[in-house]
């Protein structure tokens, strides 16, 4: 596997690094009446504008090179076909397998799809009965309130559905709780009635430090309030890949829903993992969710390089934060349903990408996965955009806009369009000249994409959650990393749990450096 830098692709591009940052973006426009033609691009309900990039064709076409020399076709077949293309784990990377129809086994095969369809059946049976009130708790009161104790993957996906959706959600009220310090749990416990709440505990391995501890916060408040022995029996459901640690936990393995070793969590959300979603907005809507995502992986897959929108945001994104050094992404949603959207791309991206070495054990060459970050549409204004505007760092954003929201929303659609509109439109062209005063003027020539989104349904968010995700993908194939593992979250929770008897009043087995130490004869007083 040839590394990056020693491509004649990637050294075309390092050679015409100078010129392309000379390059005015209202210049390009001036030359080429028709540019937003030629760089937009629309499929799934999602138009993707490019055109404010510091691209010309040769450019482009270097770039489009680039990808063909890194093998990005042969790596998102093998990604669809099921080969282990995470190579230091020995698995399969399978979401896409997740969301294929029932009617077509997909590419990984009829054993994998009749696994899936098996799990998806028994979500959509039993995602009825609770919805319904058949299903009751360990009183005989329907389910009302329904809490979901995961972090990560198992947190952030189903809650950025819901929230996205949320004039949808007509089945029991969903809670999340992930963070181990508390206050989420103590938040969701205060609004619920014990007798009518089921706990969803959602953890892969079942042995996630923050979801068990809260686990048993909230199987403790359970027997407490509700005057029943099969309380935990009734009205806590697992869903995990290890059976074994739910036994433990004294649940029953048999009602457990299923994950699978070859999802990793931050893929997951279309797994048993969206059984909150479920719950929530119903089946039809999660169907349709997947059916969005569906056709954005047969675009993917299907689409050549040159109109591929995740292969297009993924060279795009190697292009500004690799070749040009421009280390953050601003994401920013001119929609509030789409509040969680930048962190759930934080551990979409900097998870998969965050990588120092290659799918070899290579040291790469080159920087990798950049920060992501941001917020919604004109709160950000009043927030951060100065620093986009005016600042000495260059930062690309994804505009993300949709023309007609979640029925039942209010506002002025017209005065949200035209600031997110304007501001990509600001960061192009910048004021500037000999009448305006130092501190007024804004340099411009600033890139972004805006990627506009035709309604805000189930498949419009499907499609656009798996463009991120394959462009990710896309951006791991040029570098040339496993975009898959995530070891690097392992090491600080290793230590946490040796500092923790620390914290207590125990003596280490072996001397801390001064720093740890000193913090924690302070918090012991």
Not at 101 to 118: K, L, N, Q, S, Y
Not at 321 to 330: D, E, H, K, P, V
Not at 367 to 380: K, L, V
Not at 490 to 517: C, H, I, M, N
Request: negative net charge; aromatic residues 6%; glycine residues 10%.
């Amino acid at each position: 596997m040839p590394s990056l830098e020693t491509l004649p692709a990637w050294q075309t591009l390092v050679d015409r690094r100078e010129a392309i940052r000379a390059t005015r973006l209202v210049d390009l426009f001036d030359a080429d009446p028709t540019r937003f033609d030629q760089f937009s691009l629309e499929t799934e309900g999602l138009l993707l504008d490019y055109s404010k990039q510091p691209i010309d064709a040769a450019t482009w076409q270097a770039l489009l090179a680039l990808a063909e020399a890194c093998d990005l076709p042969a790596q998102r077949e093998a990604m669809f076909n099921g080969t282990a293309v995470n190579s230091t784990e020995d698995r399969a990377a399978l979401h896409t397998a997740l969301r294929q129809p029932a009617a077509e086994p997909g590419p990984a095969g009829e054993a994998i799809h009749r696994e899936v369809m098996d799990t998806r059946t028994r979500m959509a049976e039993l995602a009825e009965r609770i919805r319904s009130g058949e299903y009751m708790g360990a009183t005989g009161k329907p389910i009302r309130h329904v809490i979901n104790i995961g972090i990560g993957g198992s947190d952030l996906g189903p809650r950025l559905v819901l929230e996205a959706l949320a004039p949808m959600v007509d089945g029991p009220a969903v809670h999340f709780v992930a963070n181990v310090d508390g206050v989420e749990l103590e938040r969701a416990l205060a609004v619920c009635d014990p007798e009518t709440t089921l706990v969803l505990v959602v953890s892969k391995s079942f042995g996630t430090v923050e979801t068990m501890a809260n686990a048993h916060e909230a199987m403790a408040w359970l027997r407490r309030r509700v005057p029943s022995d099969a309380v935990i029996e009734r009205q806590v459901l697992a869903i995990t890949a290890n059976l074994e640690r739910v036994r433990a936990l004294g649940l029953d393995p048999a009602l457990a829903l299923p994950m699978r070793d070859w999802v990793g969590g931050r893929y997951s959300l279309w797994s048993a993992v969206g059984f909150a979603i479920q719950l929530g907005i119903g089946s039809d809507c999660l169907e349709a969710l997947l059916a969005g995502a569906h056709g954005m992986d047969q675009h993917f897959r299907r689409a050549p390089l040159d109109a591929n929108m995740p292969v297009i945001l993924g060279l795009l994104s190697v292009f500004n934060g690799t070749l040009l050094g421009r280390r953050s992404q601003a994401v920013v949603p001119y929609t509030e349903r789409l509040g969680r959207l930048s962190a759930y791309l934080q551990q979409l991206v900097m998870e998969s990408n965050g990588k120092s070495v290659d799918r070899l054990g290579n040291p790469v060459a080159v920087p990798t996965a950049g920060a992501i970050w941001g917020q919604t549409g004109t709160p950000g204004q009043h927030a951060f955009f100065q620093a986009l505007h005016q600042g000495t760092d260059v930062v690309p954003v994804d505009f993300i806009g949709v023309i007609r929201p979640v029925a039942g929303e209010r506002g002025d659609p017209l005065e949200l369009t035209a600031h997110l509109f304007a501001q990509s439109q600001a960061l192009m062209q910048g004021r500037g000249g000999a009448d305006v005063p130092a501190a007024r003027a804004c340099p411009g020539n600033r890139p972004s994409n805006t990627v506009l989104i035709d309604a805000l349904t189930p498949e419009r968010l499907g499609a656009l959650i798996a463009l991120y995700e394959h462009r990710t993908f896309a951006e791991a194939a040029v570098w040339g990393i496993n975009p898959f593992d995530q070891f690097g979250v392992e090491l600080g929770k290793g230590l946490a749990a040796d500092l923790k008897p620390l914290l207590g009043g125990a003596t280490p087995e072996t001397p801390l450096d001064g720093s740890t130490a000193g913090l924690i004869a302070r918090y012991r007083g």
